[in-house]
């Protein structure tokens, strides 16, 4: 195996196993946030919009990151083909073997903006395509022309990565065009071709429903719009300046072992940096749910970020793994403590918080108010998704309420997903069925715990609703353990 091919494995080996052994809340908060459906329906939503394409392709292959392992498999190909195409062009048109490390640049820069959690898989696969355009279309004069339409369509399938496409087109149609001594035809194309490409973006704020901003630094790449970094834009034009910079360098000589040793030291110190991006308090924040949902109470008490990076939402999600595991009265002032609010996290108004207060209300029994805040969560999602999770969780609530018909519109949706058809057609088999769902380990236990008395929820009454869930049944482990750790909380906060 050439040595640049075995170079090309291990940095797809090392962004798998950094993926797989450090972001896999990121990989599971991904298939959460999204529901894809097998339905033209489905597809025609998506595919009206520019980049259509790319999010559809994206969704899809984001719901295999129902198992962890493969979703690091995805990212770590994807970022190893935005690698070899970007190697591949450059080749093709004058590249020596000196410049191989700088083709690292362009999958550098893509893992750097997936720190950010809201970055699509759309991004990465629109990238990619741009860089299969490049690869198609060698930069030559009549190419030009054909490239005007086939932008066009390029920028409608996946978005403003065409971005990548026209300007690296465009860069080396100056170089020929200066090397050939007709620098101002070649200019020329080059400049129509640019400006081509951002009239075709322009053009499409007349039929598209964005802010004209949003439209011109990509609608499906980032699923919360306020918040786009400038990396989107930036690792675009850096890709394609750094593809024609290695075009067009000199092709000096250098020993294979010498270009291997430069290629390991900027991959290392560039995944070393990309690594520290992802070391952020919304990633963190974003651990902690993951590890509730999933139940892995253990962790949660075990992490030591719970004590030298703490805050109100791991807090209440180590109480909750405290609670679980019978220890929260007992033990708790060994972990940090925010007072009584930072039980149930009343005070936050953000989706990741109100997951966590969701979950905490749904185990105690006062599913009524959970319904509220994964509800909130639900249609509170930036780009209009539904997701898998708060479904599931909307679903078992109605069905513990006896909503069955709201139950079953829940579960036709998930019934129409890879993932979840299987679970949503057991359910389906259960509505309506008063005994099954009586029996049921989950719909049984927490119709047992449902509150048999009208009241107001109010967060400072919280310890009287406590008081009377436990009262009403005094199994409801749960609500005993909040209700013991309040008391002294409330105290601790009225000391002066």
């Not at 969704?59 to 990151?65: L, N």
């Not at 299969?132 to 339409?149: D, V």
């Not at 403003?160 to 100056?174: N, P």
Request: proline fraction near 4%.
């Amino acid at each position: 195996m050439p040595w640049k091919a075995i170079l090309s494995c291990l940095f797809a080996v090392a962004v798998f196993l950094f993926y797989v052994l450090k972001q896999t809340h990121l990989i599971i908060y991904q298939e959460w946030g999204q529901m894809f459906q097998f339905t033209s329906e489905y597809f025609i939503d998506r595919i009206a919009v520019p980049g259509g394409l790319a999010r559809y392709l994206g969704e899809f292959f984001t719901q295999f990151y129902h198992t962890p392992w493969v979703g690091a498999v995805i990212i770590a190909l994807l970022a190893t083909a935005v690698h070899r195409l970007s190697w591949t062009i450059a080749r093709r048109d004058g590249a020596g073997d000196a410049a191989f490390p700088i083709s690292f640049v362009p999958a550098l820069l893509l893992l750097a903006f997936m720190s950010y959690a809201d970055t699509l898989l759309s991004y990465p696969i629109a990238m990619a395509a741009a860089l299969l355009s490049c690869l198609l279309f060698r930069p030559t004069r009549k190419n030009a022309l054909i490239l005007l339409p086939y932008i066009a369509v390029f920028y409608h399938l996946f978005g403003t990565t065409a971005y990548i496409v026209a300007l690296y087109e465009a860069a080396m149609l100056v170089a020929i065009g200066i090397r050939e001594k007709k620098a101002a035809s070649c200019c020329l194309l080059a400049a129509m071709l640019t400006a081509w490409t951002f009239a075709v973006v322009w053009i499409s704020t007349f039929y598209t429903p964005y802010p004209l901003w949003r439209i011109f630094k990509g609608i499906p790449y980032h699923s919360v719009p306020t918040e786009i970094p400038s990396l989107q834009i930036h690792s675009m034009w850096i890709t394609s300046a750094a593809i024609a910079a290695m075009a067009l360098l000199p092709r000096w000589k250098m020993k294979p072992i010498i270009t291997s040793a430069i290629t390991v030291a900027l991959v290392a110190v560039g995944m070393k940096l990309t690594a520290e991006k992802y070391n952020t308090d919304l990633n963190y924040l974003i651990s902690y749910d993951s590890l509730v949902y999933t139940e892995q109470w253990d962790k949660i008490l075990t992490d030591t970020d719970t004590f030298n990076r703490s805050s109100s939402m791991s807090v209440a999600c180590c109480d909750l793994a405290l609670a679980i595991r019978g220890q929260l009265a007992d033990n708790l002032f060994d972990y940090p403590q925010m007072g009584a609010e930072g039980l149930f996290l009343f005070m936050q108004r953000d989706n990741l918080s109100s997951n966590v207060i969701g979950e905490i209300l749904f185990r105690i029994g006062m599913v009524n108010e959970a319904q509220r805040f994964f509800y909130d969560s639900q249609e509170s999602l930036f780009n209009h998704n539904k997701s898998t999770r708060l479904t599931k969780r909307l679903t078992e609530i109605e069905i513990v309420n006896g909503q069955y018909d709201v139950a079953r519109k829940y579960l036709h949706q998930l019934a129409k997903t890879l993932y979840y058809r299987g679970w949503a057609n057991e359910q389906l088999l259960l509505l309506g069925n008063e005994d099954a769902i009586n029996n049921h380990p989950l719909y049984g236990r927490l119709r047992s715990l449902r509150s048999t008395e009208d009241y107001i929820f109010q967060p400072n009454r919280l310890f009287y609703i406590l008081e009377s869930l436990y009262k009403q049944n005094p199994d409801n482990f749960l609500a005993n353990q909040y209700m013991q750790a309040a008391i002294p909380l409330i105290k601790s906060k009225k000391r002066p």
